[in-house]
C-alpha cells in the first residue's frame, strides 16, 4: 500500500553517543547526503554547500594522559576514501585512515576546557555525495576519560529543508499531500458507505470490506499526520520525536495489514460469495502476530 512506501526513516542530521573508553578504537558515526554547487567564492573556492558542527564534552574532571591524538575524520564516497577505508577499516593504521579521508579535524581533549566546538564547512561541486563521519584515537588513552560527542549536518543551500539529507529533501511536501488525499479519501469512503441515501439500503457500512477499507485510510491519514509532524520538529532540532515516529509506524502497520486483510479475504471469496471463514482466528490471529513483530523490529531498530 502507500502508506507502506512512506513509512521511510529520517536520515539523522544530529548524531549523539559516548566514545569508546579504550587506547585505541576507531568509531563511525553516521552518514549525511550533503548537496554541491557550482559556484565559487572570488572565482577559487567552491560555496560552501553544508557545515558539520561538532561538539565535544568531557565529562570528567581528571586530565588526559600526554600523548597521542583524537581525530575527527570525514570520508567522501568517493573510491579512493570511503568505498576504500571501509574494506580494511578494522586492519588498517591511524595514518591510513587519515590518508584516505576527505578532511581531518584534530580534537584537543588534553585542555584545560572541558568542552569545544568545531565549525567544519564542506564544498561539493561535481555531485551530492554521501559524508561519512568518523572519530579515530591514535595512541590516546581514554579509559578514565568519557568523552561525549554531538554532530550536527546541516545542508545549508537547502534553506527551510537544510536539516534534510538530501535523500530526504522534499519528504514534509510528500506527507502534506499524502496527509490530506487519505482524510479526503476517508471522507468520501464514509460518505459513500454511510450518509449517501443510496447506501442505506442494505447498510453499506456493516461490510466489512467498507469497514476494513475505512480502517485502512483512517490509519494511513494517521501514520502520515505523525509523521509530519515529526519532520515538522526534525527541521528545528535534527532528531524530530522518536516516540511520533514510532506512533507513525504502528499506524502504517494497522493501513498495511487492513490492506492485507482486504487482499487474501477478497481472493477466497469471503463475504462475497461465502460468508464463512475456515479458521478464522487462527488466521487472524496469525495476522495480529506479524504486525506485532514487525511494530517490535522497528522499536528495535530506533533503540
Same mark, same amino acid.
Given at each position: +500500500?502507500?502508506?507502506?512506501?512512506?513509512?521511510?526513516?529520517?536520515?539523522?542530521?544530529?548524531?549523539?553517543?559516548?566514545?569508546?573508553?579504550?587506547?585505541?578504537?576507531?568509531?563511525?558515526?553516521?552518514?549525511?547526503?550533503?548537496?554541491? #554547487?557550482?559556484?565559487?567564492? #572570488?572565482?577559487?573556492?567552491?560555496?560552501?554547500?553544508?557545515?558539520?558542527?561538532?561538539?565535544?564534552?568531557?565529562? +570528567?574532571?581528571?586530565?588526559?594522559?600526554?600523548?597521542?591524538?583524537?581525530?575527527?575524520?570525514?570520508?567522501?564516497?568517493?573510491?579512493?576514501?570511503?568505498?576504500?577505508?571501509?574494506?580494511?577499516?578494522?586492519?588498517?593504521?591511524?595514518?591510513?585512515?587519515?590518508?584516505?579521508?576527505?578532511?581531518?579535524?584534530?580534537?584537543?581533549?588534553?585542555?584545560?576546557?572541558?568542552?569545544?566546538?568545531?565549525?567544519?564547512? $564542506?564544498?561539493? &561541486?561535481?555531485?551530492?555525495?554521501?559524508?561519512?563521519?568518523?572519530?579515530?584515537?591514535?595512541?590516546?588513552?581514554?579509559?578514565?576519560?568519557?568523552? @561525549?560527542?554531538?554532530?550536527?549536518?546541516?545542508?545549508?543551500?537547502?534553506?527551510?529543508?537544510?536539516?534534510?539529507?538530501?535523500?530526504?529533501?522534499?519528504?514534509?511536501?510528500?506527507?502534506?499531500?499524502?496527509?490530506?488525499?487519505?482524510?479526503?479519501?476517508?471522507?468520501?469512503?464514509?460518505?459513500?458507505?454511510?450518509? &449517501?441515501?443510496?447506501?442505506?439500503?442494505?447498510?453499506? &457500512?456493516?461490510?466489512?470490506? $467498507?469497514?476494513?477499507?475505512?480502517?485502512?485510510? $483512517?490509519?494511513?491519514?494517521?501514520?502520515?499526520?505523525?509523521?509530519?509532524?515529526?519532520?515538522?520538529?526534525?527541521?528545528?532540532?535534527?532528531?524530530?520525536?522518536?516516540?511520533?515516529?514510532?506512533?507513525?509506524?504502528?499506524?502504517?502497520?494497522?493501513?498495511?495489514?487492513?490492506?492485507?486483510?482486504?487482499?487474501?479475504? +477478497?481472493?477466497?471469496?469471503?463475504?462475497?460469495? +461465502?460468508?464463512?471463514?475456515?479458521? @478464522?482466528?487462527?488466521?487472524?490471529?496469525?495476522?495480529?502476530?506479524?504486525?506485532?513483530?514487525?511494530?517490535?523490529?522497528?522499536? @528495535?531498530?530506533?533503540?
Amino acid at each position: +500500500s502507500v502508506a507502506a512506501w512512506l513509512v521511510v526513516g529520517a536520515s539523522a542530521t544530529s548524531f549523539e553517543g559516548l566514545l569508546p573508553q579504550t587506547s585505541d578504537f576507531a568509531e563511525y558515526v553516521g552518514k549525511f547526503c550533503y548537496d554541491y #554547487s557550482n559556484q565559487t567564492w #572570488s572565482g577559487l573556492n567552491p560555496e560552501v554547500v553544508g557545515n558539520v558542527k561538532l561538539d565535544i564534552t568531557r565529562e +570528567s574532571s581528571q586530565p588526559v594522559p600526554r600523548g597521542g591524538k583524537l581525530y575527527f575524520l570525514i570520508f567522501d564516497d568517493e573510491k579512493g576514501h570511503w568505498k576504500h577505508a571501509r574494506r580494511h577499516w578494522q586492519s588498517s593504521t591511524c595514518e591510513e585512515k587519515k590518508a584516505e579521508s576527505s578532511l581531518v579535524t584534530e580534537v584537543e581533549v588534553e585542555e584545560a576546557r572541558q568542552t569545544s566546538s568545531y565549525l567544519i564547512h $564542506i564544498r561539493e &561541486r561535481i555531485r551530492p555525495r554521501f559524508w561519512y563521519f568518523t572519530f579515530v584515537a591514535c595512541g590516546i588513552d581514554l579509559k578514565d576519560t568519557p568523552i @561525549r560527542y554531538s554532530v550536527h549536518a546541516t545542508n545549508d543551500i537547502w534553506g527551510w529543508q537544510s536539516e534534510f539529507s538530501l535523500d530526504h529533501i522534499g519528504l514534509f511536501k510528500v506527507y502534506v499531500i499524502f496527509t490530506i488525499a487519505f482524510c479526503l479519501a476517508a471522507l468520501a469512503t464514509a460518505w459513500a458507505s454511510r450518509w &449517501r441515501a443510496a447506501a442505506q439500503d442494505p447498510p453499506l &457500512r456493516e461490510h466489512p470490506y $467498507i469497514q476494513l477499507l475505512t480502517l485502512a485510510y $483512517i490509519a494511513s491519514a494517521a501514520c502520515c499526520g505523525l509523521f509530519l509532524l515529526h519532520y515538522a520538529l526534525f527541521m528545528h532540532n535534527g532528531f524530530g520525536s522518536l516516540r511520533i515516529r514510532f506512533l507513525a509506524v504502528v499506524a502504517g502497520i494497522v493501513a498495511n495489514c487492513s490492506i492485507y486483510l482486504i487482499a487474501i479475504l +477478497s481472493s477466497c471469496g469471503w463475504a462475497i460469495s +461465502s460468508a464463512v471463514l475456515p479458521n @478464522r482466528r487462527c488466521f487472524l490471529g496469525l495476522v495480529t502476530v506479524v504486525g506485532f513483530l514487525t511494530a517490535v523490529c522497528e522499536l @528495535r531498530a530506533e533503540t
